[in-house]
């Protein structure tokens, strides 16, 4: 079955940095876009970025752009986000997401939170 499971989040200062990783099995990873989203406390769950299946494309949130970098290593069925310059509003859980034929995926997330 199609599993993902998000490592890397944590407890860092403002401007700080954090790479969140995401293992993914069960389905053919190098087939499929993968996504990051992210949940703030009594807000709805927001995207945060896209890769295509290769790699080639990233998309991004408005507010991520220039600041946030997703990236994917298809021999090891992995997606990651490297986030810099973060601020405390950046502080959510963040998931990862893959969608299979109209279905989507989640994982468990990971508690990312950003004060001093």
């Known amino acids: 079955q199609v599993q993902l499971v998000e490592s890397g989040g944590g407890l860092v200062q403002p401007g700080g940095s954090l790479r969140l990783s995401c293992a993914a099995s069960g389905f053919s990873f190098s087939g499929f876009a993968m996504s990051w989203y992210r949940q703030a406390p009594g807000k709805e769950r927001e995207l945060v970025a896209t890769i295509t299946s290769s790699g080639s494309t990233t998309n991004y949130a408005d507010s991520m752009k220039g600041r946030f970098t997703i990236s994917r290593d298809n021999a090891k069925y992995t997606v990651y986000l490297q986030m810099n310059s973060l601020k405390s509003e950046d502080t959510a859980v963040y998931y990862c997401?893959?969608?299979?034929?109209?279905?989507?995926?989640w994982g468990q997330g990971t508690q990312v939170t950003v004060s001093s």
């Open positions: 997401n893959v969608a299979i034929h109209y279905v989507h995926y």
